[in-house]
C-alpha cells in the first residue's frame, strides 16, 4: 500500500514540476513580447518626434533661408549667406531620420557591432550576479547602521 501511495506522490511530484516548468517558459515567453512590444512603441515615439523636429528645422529653414538671400542682396555681402551651409545640413539630417533610412543604416550598424565587435558591449566588472548584489545590499545597510550610530545623529 505504501508503495501506491508513494508512486503516485512521485507522479503527482513529477506532474507539478511540469506544470511550474511550462508556467516558467510561458511566463518568459509573455515579458520577451511585451520587452519587445515596449521597445517598438519607443521607437514608434522616437521617430514621430524626429519627424516633428523635422517639420520645425524644415519651416526655420524655409524661413530664414530666403530671408539670409534678402539681407545678401541688400547688403551687397555674401556673409548672411554663411549660415545656410550649417542649416543646410542640419534639415538634411533630421530629414534623413525622420523620413528615410537612417534608422535602417543606424540598426545595421548596431548588427555588425553585436557580431564583430562584442567587446565594446561588455559592461564593466561583467554582468551583476546574485552575490554582487547581496554584497553592495549588506555593504550599504553596514554603512547605514553605522550612519545611524555614529556621532553624526
Known sequence: MGSVIGKAM?????????????????????QIHMQNQMRERMMAMQIAGARD??????????????AMIVGAAKMQSKAPLAPILPLTFLVAYQYDMAYYSKIER????????????????????????????????????????????????
Open 10 to 30: 512521485d507522479d503527482n511530484m513529477k506532474k507539478q514540476q511540469e506544470f511550474m516548468l511550462e508556467t516558467q517558459r510561458l511566463t518568459m515567453e509573455r
Open 53 to 66: 523636429m523635422f517639420l520645425w528645422f524644415a519651416s526655420f529653414y524655409a524661413i530664414s533661408t530666403p
Open 106 to 153: 543606424i540598426r545595421a550598424e548596431a548588427d555588425r557591432i553585436m557580431d564583430d565587435e562584442q567587446g565594446l558591449l561588455c559592461i564593466p566588472h561583467g554582468v551583476p550576479t546574485m552575490q554582487s548584489i547581496e554584497a553592495a545590499r549588506l555593504k550599504q545597510k553596514d554603512k547605514e547602521r553605522l550612519l545611524g550610530n555614529d556621532i553624526w545623529m
